[in-house]
């Protein structure tokens, strides 16, 4: 139930405040956040590493 409450939180706060903007920007760093996770062991560490 934590997790789903700031979600809908989140989601509540991006229409009252009418903050659309920050929806892109909070979606690139879940994807980025996911990539760096579940390339951690793998093979395709160094190669992400570079290009930051």
């Not at 956040?33 to 570079?50: D, M, R, W």
Request: cysteine-free; overall charge positive; charged content about 15%.
């Amino acid at each position: 139930m934590g997790k789903l409450s700031i979600l809908s939180e989140l989601w509540d706060f991006l229409k009252v405040r009418k903050k659309w903007w920050l929806l892109p920007i909070i979606i690139f760093l879940v994807l980025l956040g996911g990539l760096i996770i579940l390339t951690q062991g793998s093979a395709l560490a160094p190669f992400i590493y570079a290009i930051f």
